[in-house]
């Protein structure tokens, strides 16, 4: 919930859009996401083949895929894509290398925290204001396919950090992805160099992923944030205790498998990524892996 100030007039990376989870049991996590957030199936369709070549990963073809989010037709908060692969163990949360978790924009996270008690999420870590500012009140969940939330309101401004504004869903947007890498600086000289700006470096505890990983909940790591070009950003905690995620299919691993965000065409590709066309060539993606085995998607008109 950092983020460095000296950035350009133009980044490359606008925001973050979704987080993509393949799991064993779509409906699982329709139920939890319905029943606990509040959010609604924006479509629950057979995976295109269009976007699997896209992906260049035509295994995924006909796959379950489910999106969903906090108003139909608002795409802006569609923050969450499922990726139905029957038969797959889910991860145990916290407690694998690549995306770590997903924070989400919330509207009131002290009443969530009473009404997650008794739902389809795991309560990782009870509200409370971050030690940055009261203004911002943060909780911590699982989910049915292993998957992290961070759930976090904004109450006011924080200046000088670049925050979105409150929500007014229940669970609005996502607004912080969240990597768990081997080594912080490599990973985050990654993202410096895909962005166009410089991250900020700094150290603290991460309560929720250390007692995940049965450490002092005190423990300080190295983490870095990275302000994208909106209200939104990139934070990578160092995590040498993780394993790389193992891959189940196409390369992705169960869980929380991908990060997308829109981005603008003169992105500076890593080696061997491009720019594939959707079938109807409304848009056009590019899917690579991130330096700790994460998979980065990237959307541009």
Known sequence: MTSALSTPAVLHIDRSVCGTVVTNDADAMISAYRDGLDLQVVCDMPLPASLADAWEKPALSGLRMVVLGADVEDVSTHWIRVIEVPGIANPAPMCQGGWLALEVLVQDVYALGRRLVKSHFTVLGEPRPLSLSDAIVAMQVAGPAGETLYLTEVRAPVPPFRL??????????????????????????????????????????????????????????????????????????????????????????????????????????????????????????????????????????
């Open 164 to 301: 979105p504004a409150p929500a007014t869903h229940t669970a609005e947007r996502l607004f912080i992805p969240v990597l768990s890498c081997p080594e912080r600086d490599t990973s985050l000289r990654f993202y410096e160099a895909l962005n166009g700006n410089t991250g900020l470096r700094f150290e603290t505890r991460v309560s929720a992923l250390n007692r995940a990983l049965k450490l002092d909940p005190e423990k300080q790591r190295p983490v870095g944030t990275l302000q994208l070009a909106g209200a939104s950003l990139i934070e990578l905690d160092q995590v040498p205790e993780h394993d790389v995620a193992h891959p189940v299919l196409a390369g992705l691993p169960a869980g929380l498998a991908m990060v997308s965000f829109t981005a603008r065409r003169n992105v500076p590709l890593p080696p061997g990524a491009r720019w594939n066309r959707t079938e109807n060539d409304s848009t056009v993606l590019s899917l690579f892996q991130g330096p700790s085995g994460e998979w980065v998607e990237l959307q541009a008109d």
